[in-house]
């Protein structure tokens, strides 16, 4: 099977971090490169075969949509994935911009991820429109103190047992704080729970 080369450009290191996770399980994917901003990518990569691109609207310097004619220059071959967190835009928007191939919502999970992924492969357009957090995962807010602390330490890619250290705790309490993380955020892992936490505006992504 032929492993794509993708490159991720979002100025927001976790999720960067958290979506490579997600995207590293794909059979189809192969190399994962990672650039904060479009002109950063284009001065580390720009003699790169691209395969994908999944591009973020909202960043530092040259604004994202400004940006996918620079990168449609520089990555002929690359589809443009554009990954927007704002409400502002819709799939039906971003479908109307010459260049991009297809819209991925940051409340995506990984199931959509894969999915976004898939049609890109075999050459289709993706531009679906985004559902609605469930309940559970617009109660993230609900979360307690303690629970945020231990939130903290997935983002960082902890472990129990070094978060338990850290915090003082046992592992047995802190498997607790994370079942209880998992089920107020609405997701099935702690990777979804780092990307659900970014999207909710949980942690500090900088």
Do not use: W
Not at 165 to 193: F, K, P, Y
Request: hydrophobic share 45%; proline share 4%.
């Amino acid at each position: 099977m032929l492993r794509r080369r993708l490159l991720l450009i979002d100025d927001h290191t976790l999720f960067r971090t958290g979506l490579r996770l997600v995207l590293a399980d794909l059979p189809v994917v192969g190399d994962i490169l990672e650039a904060g901003s479009v002109m950063e990518a284009v001065e580390k990569f720009g003699e790169t075969a691209i395969d994908m691109i999944l591009l973020d609207i909202q960043l530092p310097g040259v604004n994202g949509l400004d940006g996918v004619k620079i990168l449609q220059r520089r990555f002929v071959n690359a589809h443009i994935l554009i990954v927007s967190g704002s409400t502002e835009q819709s799939a039906a928007q971003i479908s109307q911009i010459p260049g991009v191939f297809g819209f991925l919502p940051k409340t995506a999970n990984a199931r959509e991820i894969e999915e976004a992924i898939r049609h890109c492969v075999e050459n289709k357009p993706y531009f679906p429109q985004p559902a609605a957090l469930p309940e559970s995962a617009r109660q993230g807010s609900q979360l307690t103190p303690r629970q945020l602390e231990v939130l903290s330490h997935l983002c960082h890619g902890k472990s129990n047992k070094v978060i338990a250290h850290h915090m003082g705790l046992s592992e047995n309490t802190v498997r607790v704080h994370v079942a209880a993380i998992l089920d107020q955020l609405g997701v099935d892992s702690r990777v979804e729970a780092v990307l659900r936490a970014q999207q909710l505006g949980l942690i500090n992504t900088k």
